[in-house]
Nanobody, 117 residues
Framework: QVQLVESGGGLVQAGGSLRLSCAAS????????MGWFRQAPGKERAFVAG????????SYVNSVKGRFTISRDNAKNTVYLQMNSLKPEDTAVYYC??????????WGQGTQVTVSS
């Protein structure tokens, strides 16, 4: 059973930056592809970025390409989301997730990101 704990959320002005971290425990981290999702008020949870087990392949939703960077440190069992040039529409609860057999099945509790205009 994989446990995920996010940190690094907060309140930032538009144009600012935040780095989210997700610490994993209870499993073999290098077996899992990892992802970040977000859920804005009144909206469904949506994919933001993903990274494969080795870190050699990443993917992003179009709205964050060029602004967000996902990375991982397998020695620290941690995945990161560097968010630059933040916009008010990036405001959401951000969730870390880990895959099992190709599906995201493990989820963290979420961390709030609020971007003020």
């Amino acid at each position: 059973q994989v446990q995920l704990v996010e940190s690094g959320g907060g309140l930032v002005q538009a144009g600012g930056s935040l780095r989210l971290s997700c610490a994993a425990s209870g499993g073999t981290f290098t077996r899992n592809d990892m992802g970040w999702f977000r859920q804005a008020p009144g909206k469904e949870r949506a994919f933001v970025a993903g990274i494969n087990w080795s870190g050699s392949s990443t993917s992003y939703v179009n709205s964050v390409k060029g602004r967000f960077t996902i990375s991982r440190d397998n020695a620290k069992n941690t995945v990161y989301l560097q968010m630059n040039s933040l916009k008010p529409e990036d405001t959401a609860v951000y969730y870390c997730a880990a895959t099992l057999s190709g599906s995201y099945v493990y989820w963290g509790q979420g961390t709030q990101v609020t971007v003020s205009s």
